[in-house]
DNA sequence: CTAAGATAGACAACGTCGTTGTCGTTAATA
DNA sequence: TATTAACGACAACGACGTTGTCTATCTTAG
């Protein structure tokens, strides 16, 4: 068709959208007591996930080494999003738990996520923004983990 | 609708949907002599555009300091996408031009993003791409440029 | 049971890429 | 003509990733 838009539009659009989501997300999350909260944090604490899991268990769920893995977990220690604790039965495994503060983080991101959706779904219409995911995950790998972003766009 | 999906696999989408087309450029642009192109040098040369521009120009384009915007074109010099000659009209400023390479470059990512988008709409369907981009042009600002991706992201 | 190997985590050194601050040169302006 | 503003270069610093090394601990082969 002659009429299409030119491709790179596409990831653009893609992109923006994504951005204009974590934004508007860490926005209201400041707005409720989070305002120390940042794109990352939210990812990671998902990927700990309410079991706890250990720097090198999450470096591999994450693509990272497990030196960059606990350095991020130092952050979250330092902002009080998760705890960690000697493992009785291997002594050497130190496990990082969710905090209270941090579970709250994930409870308030998926309740806000849900009202983003609902007001794009106000936007564009309430079957239209079904079939734009349902699009987006034939184009998609299933594993939703594996980000890679930091590092993964620099020069 | 109980039968939605949660509000967080929206921007996850957008994000894989961004990533695979990014990744599927670059692994095409580098069977087509360009190795190494990263997904950065593309959106910069884009906003350096034919006409050429200067460090601080730049910066102001991508939203970074004009030291950022002068270490990256030092490493598009360095691949030998762009060059750097003083403007005869004012001898302080030094104007970055597109080299040949590099305007080779862009001319393949329009084409090779044109031929991912057909490869979706081969999977989805012509209308409903057309339907996403459409949808997303709503929710998503007009100014394309502003990607602030380093360190947007970051912890 | 013990010795060898593998694994968890801490620490250090380094590279990349962003930042701010400073400075000399050159334009624009009062 | 003197002051102010802008461009680009250089240096120092911080954030965040990497690899390498070290100790402590667990696992396993003999």
């Known amino acids: 068709m002659s009429n299409d838009p030119p491709g790179f539009e596409l ?9 204009v989501l974590i934004d508007e997300l860490h926005a209201e999350l400041a707005r409720q007591g989070h305002p120390h909260a940042r794109p990352m944090h939210g990812f990671v604490m998902q990927a700990i996930g309410i079991e706890g899991t250990t ?8 693509g990272v080494s497990k030196q960059a893995a606990g350095k991020t ?3 979250l220690e330092r902002l009080g999003y998760v ?3 000697r493992d009785p039965r291997d002594t050497r495994r130190k496990i990082v738990r969710l905090t209270p503060s941090g579970v ?7 309740r806000i996520f ?10 564009i219409g309430d079957e239209r ?3 734009l995911e349902t699009d987006l995950r034939k184009v998609t790998p299933p ?6 972003v930091p590092g993964w766009f620099g020069a």
């Open 73 to 75: 977990i130092e952050t």
């Open 83 to 85: 705890e960690r604790a």
């Open 104 to 110: 709250d983080v994930l409870v308030r991101s998926a």
């Open 129 to 131: 923004l079904r079939e």
């Open 55 to 62: 720097a090198v268990e999450l470096g591999r769920t994450l």
């Open 11 to 19: 990831p653009l659009r893609l992109f923006l959208g994504f951005r």
């Open 143 to 148: 594993d939703v983990f594996r980000l890679d």
């Open 114 to 123: 849900d009202e983003l959706r609902a007001r794009w779904a106000a936007v």
